[in-house]
């Protein structure tokens, strides 16, 4: 979090205001350092990530079938599934832990209509290769941005692919509004769909003109993310420093490894992503096991794959066949604690508890 003294002036600011929700200035403040920040044209903010995608697919037009990661957040499935649209899984690339194109190619269909991208741990999905497969096809390209805010990708701020970007900015995020999230999105057009479903159609008072929602973010979250965004490059450099202590730590002891960064790119380092290797005398969920004995809110992520949840794994009870390497990844990883409350000699003690544990 940033600084409470930041936040209470802003909250003063709204009590004296009286403008609480409905695209207050605070909000409008927030979309538009967010846009700016990310390069892109428009930013709509709103309540939770899992609505921005739900009214972004709605606003694409996708319907039958779309093909996504098993390997993410259950959300990215869940907002298809919520407006009776198919979520397809495609298997990832065990070396990225993103969506695989040549998987993705297998699970094309005559019903297929979209491809929504997921950034899993803020790394760009293969961009390149997906606008391929969705121009050769017809196919409409969107991405789950959640793990990727303050993240670039060949030097440009993530934000910008596909027709939709999409950001949650819930509390477990590096970047907070509590609970909230964004549609970002180049196409004025689309961004003023976007901002009428966001609103239940209003188009100004007593005149609605299209479906909607009521996906507005208050005033409130929009000051918690204001201050956050005050101090969005001290939480990344505690996180990136976080990192390189891990990084230095673990590389010692062998049958570990942690997912690397492009340090060429921005990162945001919010997840510091263990693989428990073969090698390792101890089974991943032993690691888990003996890491909360000690008091370390280790987790496993993003176990045990969407399909493998319901209602997926009622409806698609064979979706493992395609998705080797969803499983094994989703059997090795191990997400550790950081963040700017880690206590400093946290991380020295994690490695020790790992570091016995690899002599077992
Ligand atoms: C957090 C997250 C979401 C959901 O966002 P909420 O703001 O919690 O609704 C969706 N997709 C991914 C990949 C996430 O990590």
Redesign the pocket.
């Known amino acids: 979090m940033g600084s409470r003294d930041n936040f209470m002036q802003r909250v003063g600011a709204i009590f004296d205001s009286h403008w609480l929700t409905n695209n207050g200035p605070v909000v409008q403040e927030l979309e538009s350092r967010i846009a700016g920040r990310l390069g892109v044209r428009n930013c709509v903010a709103v309540c939770?990530?899992?609505?921005?995608?739900e009214i972004a697919i709605r606003a694409l037009e996708l319907t039958g079938e779309v093909i996504v990661p098993s390997y993410?957040?259950i959300?990215?499935a869940h907002a298809l599934h919520w407006q009776e649209i198919t979520p397809v899984f495609a298997d990832i690339d065990p070396a990225t832990h993103n969506l695989d194109p040549a998987a993705v190619r297998r699970m094309i269909t005559p019903r297929t209509s979209g491809i929504i991208g997921?950034h899993?741990w803020g790394r760009p999905a293969p961009h390149v290769e997906l606008k391929a497969i969705a121009d050769q096809h017809g196919l409409k390209l969107m991405y789950?941005a959640?793990?990727a805010f303050d993240c670039s990708r060949e030097g440009i701020m993530i934000g910008s692919l596909g027709e939709f970007e999409v950001f949650?900015?819930?509390a477990?995020?590096f970047f907070n509004t509590f609970?909230?999230?964004a549609v970002v999105t180049n196409n004025d057009a689309l961004a003023e769909k976007l901002r009428l479903m966001r609103n239940f159609g209003f188009a100004g008072f007593d005149n609605v003109i299209h479906p909607g929602t009521n996906g507005k973010m208050t005033e409130i979250s929009a000051a918690m993310g204001l201050t956050n965004l005050d101090a969005i490059d001290s939480t990344v450099e505690t996180n990136r420093r976080n990192y390189h202590t891990y990084k230095e730590t673990m590389a010692a002891i062998s049958g570990l490894s942690l997912i690397a960064y492009d340090e060429t790119e921005r990162n945001n380092y919010q997840y510091i992503v263990l693989e428990i290797g073969e090698q390792f005398p101890v089974s991943r969920d032993d690691v888990v096991k003996a890491l909360h004995a000690e008091n370390v809110l280790a987790r496993k992520y993003f176990w045990p794959g969407c399909h493998r949840m319901r209602p997926y794994r009622d409806l698609f009870p064979h979706a493992y066949l395609m998705l080797p390497n969803t499983e094994l990844v989703a059997s090795r990883v191990v997400v550790l604690p950081t963040g700017t409350t880690l206590p400093a000699e946290a991380i020295e003690t994690i490695a020790s508890v790992l570091r016995i544990l690899s002599t077992y």
């Open positions: 939770n990530g899992t609505i921005a995608l993410t957040f959300a990215t997921v899993l789950d959640s793990h949650s900015f819930h477990t995020k609970e909230g999230g």
